[in-house]
């Protein structure tokens, strides 16, 4: 509900929905389609926290949803 009230209104939005949360170490490599298995399902805190300042950083992404895991591209490769 919240979303829909947020795409209703005139302003810019990004929304993450990240896989499982992991306390590993950063990885730094994303993708963002699903993975086919739901243990690949998976991204670590830290790449998260990253993915979204990248996110605020760069708009080139706004008015979107994106689910992200962890993968083999960098967050500039994965959310142009």
């Given amino acids: 509900?919240?979303?829909r009230q947020m795409c209703i209104r005139d302003r810019h939005y990004s929304i993450v929905r990240p896989g499982t949360l992991t306390n590993d170490a950063a990885k730094g490599k994303f993708i963002i389609t699903r993975p086919a298995q739901k243990e690949d399902a998976i991204i670590t805190r830290d790449d998260v926290?990253?993915?979204l300042l990248f996110i605020v950083n760069n708009s080139?992404?706004?008015n979107t949803v994106t689910e992200l895991f962890?993968?083999?591209k960098s967050i500039d490769e994965v959310m142009k």
Wanted: net charge positive; hydrophobic share 25%; glycine share 8%.
């Fill in 60 to 62: 080139r992404k706004a």
């Fill in 70 to 72: 962890n993968g083999s």
């Fill in 1 to 3: 509900r919240r979303q």
């Fill in 49 to 51: 926290a990253k993915a």
